[in-house]
C-alpha cells in the first residue's frame, strides 16, 4: 500500500470516528431531554394567555426600539458646527466631514 493510500484511509476513519462520536453525543442529549424534562401540566389556558402577553410585551419592546433608534437618527442627522457663520472650512474638512455624515448613515439603514 502506497503511503498516500494509508493517509487517506487514516484520515477516513478519523473523521467517520469522529462524526459516529458526535451522533452518539446527540442522541444520549436527546434522550437525557426526554427522560429528565419537566413535563407541562394541563395549563392550556395559562399557555396561551401567557403567549399573548409575551407577544405584546414583544411588540412593545420593539416599539420602544424603533422611536429610540428614530430619535437618535434625528439627533445624528443634525449636527451643528462648530464654525462660525463667518469662518469658511477647507474643502478637505468638507470631504471629511461628508464621509463621516455618510457612515453614520449607513450604519443606521436598513440592509436586507
Known amino acids: 500500500m502506497q503511503p498516500l493510500q494509508q493517509a487517506l484511509q487514516i484520515s477516513l476513519v ?3 470516528l469522529v462524526f459516529l462520536g458526535i451522533l452518539v453525543l446527540w ?7 426526554r427522560f429528565f424534562a419537566d413535563k ?6 395559562k399557555t396561551t394567555r401567557s403567549e399573548e402577553s409575551e407577544d ?4 412593545r419592546l420593539a416599539a ?5 433608534t428614530a ?7 443634525i449636527l451643528s458646527s462648530s464654525h462660525k457663520e463667518r469662518e469658511s472650512i477647507s474643502a478637505w474638512q468638507a ?3 461628508s464621509q463621516q455624515l ?3 448613515r449607513s450604519s443606521f439603514s436598513r440592509k436586507n
Not at 40 to 45: F, H, I, L, R, V
Not at 71 to 77: A, L, T, V
Open 14 to 16: 478519523g473523521m467517520g
Open 27 to 33: 442522541a444520549m442529549m436527546a434522550l437525557l431531554v
Open 40 to 45: 407541562p401540566k394541563n395549563t392550556e389556558d
Open 56 to 59: 405584546l410585551g414583544n411588540k
Open 64 to 68: 420602544a426600539i424603533a422611536a429610540a
Open 71 to 77: 430619535i437618535e437618527m434625528q439627533n445624528i442627522s
Open 95 to 97: 470631504a471629511h466631514r
Open 102 to 104: 455618510h457612515k453614520n
